[in-house]
C-alpha cells in the first residue's frame, strides 16, 4: 500500500450550511490530485451525504455538536474520513429496516432515508462505517478511474 502523501482535516459546526464548505474543499483537493469531473461530483455526492447524516441525526437536540472531515491524500486515491460524537445508532437494524438493494437497484425504489447508503456505496470504491461513540464513515476512491472491488462496503460494520 503506498504512503501517505499529505492529510487534511477540517473541523465544523454540525449545521447544514457548513457542509458546502467542505464540498469545496474536498473539490479543490481532488482536482489538485487528477480526479476527473464525475469522480470529483461523486466523491461531492458521497461525502455530502455522509456530512449530512452527521448533521440531520447525531446531534437532535443539542446546538453544539462538531463534524470533523478529514482527507489522507496518497498518490493512487484519496480517502475521505467523517466523524462525529453524536448520537449513535444501530447500523445493521438501520440498514435491515431499509431493505436489500445493491448498485442495481433503481434509485426510485429506495425506501426514504436509504439513499444516502445507497449513493455512498454506489459512488465510492470502499466504504466503512464505524459505529462508537459516534458514527464515523470512511471512504475511498481511487484515481484509476475504476470501481475496483477490495471486498470492502458499506455491509462491514464495526462497533466498538
Not at 461531492?44 to 441525526?57: P, R
Amino acid at each position: 500500500m503506498k504512503q501517505l502523501v499529505d492529510y487534511i482535516e477540517m473541523k465544523v459546526p454540525a449545521k447544514p450550511e457548513y457542509v458546502g464548505i467542505i464540498r469545496l474543499t474536498l473539490s479543490g483537493i481532488a482536482s489538485r490530485m487528477g480526479y476527473s469531473y464525475d469522480d470529483i461530483e461523486d466523491l461531492k455526492i458521497a461525502t455530502s451525504e455522509a456530512c449530512t447524516n452527521a448533521v440531520q441525526h447525531a446531534y437532535k437536540n443539542s446546538e453544539d455538536g462538531e463534524v470533523v472531515v478529514g482527507f489522507g491524500l496518497y498518490d493512487d486515491r484519496l480517502e475521505v474520513m467523517i466523524a462525529d460524537n453524536g448520537k449513535s445508532f444501530d447500523f445493521e437494524k438501520t440498514k435491515n429496516e431499509l431493505g436489500p438493494y445493491s448498485s442495481q437497484s433503481p434509485v426510485d425504489q429506495l425506501p426514504e432515508g436509504g439513499l444516502g447508503l445507497y449513493l455512498m456505496e454506489t459512488l465510492m470504491d470502499e466504504v466503512r462505517v464505524l459505529v462508537n461513540s459516534g458514527v464515523t464513515v470512511f471512504m475511498i476512491k481511487y484515481l484509476s478511474g475504476e470501481r475496483i472491488d477490495h471486498g470492502t462496503t458499506i455491509s462491514n460494520y464495526e462497533a466498538n
